[in-house]
Every structure is written in structure tokens, then in C-alpha cells.
């Protein structure tokens, strides 16, 4: 069976996110906010397209900044939809605005959405997942999944054999330690 460690090997796009991005831990609450933004929008599409517009997303989103995108209103909607440089879709959209409005509760309880994860960490994958479905706006099984794999918290990014695997053992992911 071919992993995403043997597709991504010299791939232009696929090959940077592997090597240093895919799996390893992420604390910062905007980079985590980013993380799911690009997960949400990968649904029914490839993730190649989204490697591709993750910059755009960026800046469409400023910069992932949680209060900013909280704050967005119809306006913003109306201008993102617009946005040729990202995926224009209104459940999307409307869903990360929603997210971050929850995010934005989810710091005043716990201080931070790495927080949030670390307070429930660890959750097998169905618990993780009801628990965002929850708490969240369009996170069924393969947004939570992939989030939480990609962003260290659950494992499975890469193969044994990836020379990656060894140097994200080293950043000790919350898959690795229990309660």
C-alpha cells in the first residue's frame, strides 16, 4: 500500500508540507485555527488544491487570526466569496467565521485551543470526533481526523520508515504521551 510518505517524496508541494509541517505538534493558536480552516475547505476537493491556496487562505483569513475572523460579517462573506484565490464556497466560509466566534469562547475557558486539545487529549478517533462535531461547524470524521493527525494529536502521518517519523518523535507529540 502506498502512504502519503512515499507520494510526497520530491513533490513540489506535497513534499515541503511532509517534510515540515505533516504530524508534527502545533501550539500556536492561530496555526491550529489555519490548520482546520485548510482541512475544512479540503473536503470533497484534494489536498494538492488546497497546498496550493494555503497562502491565499492566509491572507483571505487574516492570517488566521482568531478575533479578526470572528469579527467578519456579511460583508466579509460577500468579499470571500468573491475570492478567486480560495475555495468559494458559502457553508465553508460561513463555518470557519463560526468556528473562530467558538474559538474565541473556547480561550476565555481554557486559554487557547491548544489547551482545549490538550484538556481532552488523549480521545480515540470516534471520541475525538463527536467531540468536534459538538463543538464545531463542518468537522465530520475526515476533517477531525486529519487535523488531528496532521497537527500531532493523533497518530498515523507518517510510516516508521519515513526518516520524518524520527524527527517528529523527537518534538514528543500528544500521541505519544497519555494521561
Given at each position: 500500500?502506498?502512504?502519503?510518505?512515499?507520494?510526497?517524496?520530491?513533490?513540489?508541494?506535497h513534499?515541503?508540507?511532509?517534510?515540515?509541517?505533516?504530524?508534527?505538534?502545533?501550539?500556536?493558536?492561530?496555526?491550529?485555527?489555519?490548520?482546520?480552516?485548510?482541512?475544512i475547505n479540503?473536503?470533497?476537493?484534494?489536498?494538492?488544491?488546497?497546498?496550493?491556496?494555503?497562502?491565499?487562505?492566509?491572507?483571505?483569513?487574516?492570517?488566521?487570526?482568531?478575533?479578526?475572523?470572528?469579527?467578519?460579517?456579511?460583508?466579509?462573506?460577500?468579499?470571500?466569496?468573491?475570492?478567486k484565490?480560495?475555495i468559494?464556497?458559502?457553508?465553508?466560509?460561513?463555518?470557519?467565521?463560526e468556528?473562530?466566534?467558538?474559538?474565541?469562547?473556547?480561550?476565555?475557558?481554557?486559554?487557547?485551543?491548544?489547551?482545549?486539545?490538550?484538556?481532552h487529549?488523549?480521545?480515540?478517533?470516534?471520541?475525538?470526533?463527536?467531540?468536534?462535531?459538538?463543538?464545531?461547524?463542518?468537522?465530520?470524521?475526515?476533517?477531525?481526523?486529519?487535523?488531528?493527525?496532521s497537527?500531532?494529536?493523533?497518530?498515523g502521518?507518517?510510516?516508521?520508515?519515513?526518516?520524518?517519523?524520527?524527527?517528529?518523535?523527537?518534538?514528543?507529540?500528544?500521541?505519544?504521551t497519555?494521561?
Amino acid at each position: 500500500m502506498t502512504s502519503y510518505c512515499d507520494i510526497a517524496q520530491g513533490h513540489e508541494w506535497h513534499g515541503p508540507y511532509h517534510d515540515r509541517e505533516y504530524g508534527f505538534p502545533l501550539c500556536d493558536d492561530a496555526a491550529l485555527f489555519g490548520r482546520l480552516i485548510l482541512e475544512i475547505n479540503q473536503a470533497g476537493l484534494n489536498w494538492l488544491l488546497i497546498l496550493k491556496k494555503s497562502e491565499a487562505f492566509a491572507r483571505a483569513f487574516a492570517d488566521f487570526d482568531i478575533d479578526a475572523v470572528a469579527g467578519f460579517g456579511e460583508k466579509q462573506v460577500e468579499a470571500l466569496l468573491e475570492n478567486k484565490s480560495i475555495i468559494r464556497n458559502r457553508l465553508k466560509i460561513r463555518a470557519v467565521i463560526e468556528n473562530a466566534r467558538r474559538l474565541k469562547l473556547i480561550r476565555s475557558e481554557y486559554g487557547g485551543f491548544a489547551q482545549w486539545l490538550d484538556a481532552h487529549h488523549p480521545l480515540d478517533k470516534p471520541s475525538w470526533v463527536k467531540l468536534f462535531k459538538k463543538t464545531f461547524k463542518f468537522t465530520g470524521g475526515e476533517i477531525t481526523g486529519e487535523f488531528l493527525m496532521s497537527t500531532g494529536y493523533l497518530p498515523g502521518a507518517h510510516v516508521e520508515t519515513c526518516p520524518i517519523y524520527r524527527e517528529i518523535l523527537d518534538k514528543n507529540p500528544p500521541w505519544m504521551t497519555a494521561r
